[in-house]
């Protein structure tokens, strides 16, 4: 699983890096999904990966931080880039 989880983390890392300033606001909502993603992840794998024992899940207000977290990213990024 830690093969997995490590292939998964640089998967992440390489689509945020990846991705052009120009196209972020219309991936918006992959961005949302990208970082709830990212923290169950991190979650089973502190955990030591014990998907068959118990289920992982993001709270509706942790939710909600990272969709205002992820807004603000863009909406900041896209106007920081068209103000230079």
């Known amino acids: 699983m830690n093969f997995e989880a490590a292939r998964s983390e640089k998967f992440f890392e ?3 890096r990846l991705l052009p300033p120009e196209d972020r606001r219309s991936m918006l ?5 990208r970082s709830i993603y990212q923290a169950l992840l991190r979650r089973m794998k502190l955990d030591n990966f014990r998907v068959f024992e118990k289920r992982y899940r993001v709270s509706k207000l942790e939710k ?15 106007r920081r880039q068209t103000s230079v």
């Open 29 to 33: 909502p992959a961005e949302i999904m």
């Open 64 to 78: 909600s931080g990272r969709v205002t977290a992820q807004f603000l990213t863009c909406f900041l990024n896209l």
């Open 14 to 16: 390489d689509a945020s």
